[in-house]
């Protein structure tokens, strides 16, 4: 019981945490509207999470390998995702997710990713997560209203550097491949156990209303002024990963 208490409680406190950086925001739109509270949260998320992506992807000892980004199917990324240590660690973050579609990356879909993790932990602190969804089953998956990594969906640390060879077992085995960085530098992050949902509330103040998760991802919205940087800055990496080196 103290254990169960002790997650609940971790958990409350991360998510007041956000809820109270939320309400602070402002942010400016691509037409220039300065926007306040939920719907500034959102836009800088997906800024945040566009700029996340390119720095990983600019750093060559840690970015993740060509072999890896042509044979994704989606990318999530959850910038400064919090984790809590109250004795038994916590963590929570909101992010974005985006799929490839037959005219390009999908419109964004926004979830949170909430779990625990047993072991002593002091402190809290913000890690950067990119999680690449590697065939169709763990895409049905990310579709679904709810899934556990690990449990739905198998989830493995993934490979790094340009030049590096991603194992045929780790890319069929698991679904999800996951890139986490604490403080600028590569940082291992066990997802096992984390709970991924559709974030109702960041959809509805960025579209104006709760489109599925499911309608955003299969390329049944369009991608908004508001979105296209973001959208821009997937679309940059896997191109790169898909143009021939120079002999």
């Known amino acids: 019981m103290r ?26 739109t691509a037409s220039g509207q300065v926007v306040t509270g939920d719907k500034a949260a959102v836009i800088d998320r997906l800024r945040d999470a566009g700029a996340d992506l390119q720095q990983l992807m600019g750093a060559p000892d840690s970015s993740i390998p060509d072999t890896v ?8 990324v959850v910038p400064d995702m919090v984790k ?10 909101r992010g974005v997710a985006t799929c490839r579609t037959g ?26 997560l990119v999680m690449l969804v590697m065939n169709q089953k763990g895409m049905q998956d990310l579709l679904n209203s709810e899934f556990k990594l690990g449990g739905d969906a198998g989830v493995a640390a993934g490979p790094v550097g340009r030049e590096a060879q991603a194992s045929t077992n780790l890319t069929f085995k698991s679904e999800v491949l996951s890139y986490s960085r604490a403080r600028g530098l590569f940082a291992g992050l066990d997802l096992n156990g984390a709970v991924i949902k559709p974030d109702q509330s960041s959809t509805a103040a960025f579209y104006g209303s709760d489109v599925p998760f499911r309608t955003l991802l299969t390329g049944g919205e369009r991608v908004s002024a508001d979105a296209r940087p973001f959208v821009a800055s997937v679309q940059q990496a896997f191109h790169e990963a898909n143009v021939p080196a120079n002999p």
């Open 3 to 28: 254990s169960k208490f002790a997650v609940t409680s971790a958990m409350m406190i991360l998510l007041a945490f956000v809820a109270a950086c939320a309400r602070n925001k402002t942010a400016t």
């Open 69 to 76: 980004l042509k044979d994704a199917k989606c990318v999530a």
């Open 84 to 93: 809590g240590g109250f004795v038994v660690g916590a963590q929570h973050g």
């Open 103 to 128: 005219n390009g990356w999908s419109a964004p879909a926004f979830f949170t990713l909430t779990g625990g993790t047993w072991g002593a932990q002091i402190g809290v602190e913000s890690v950067d």
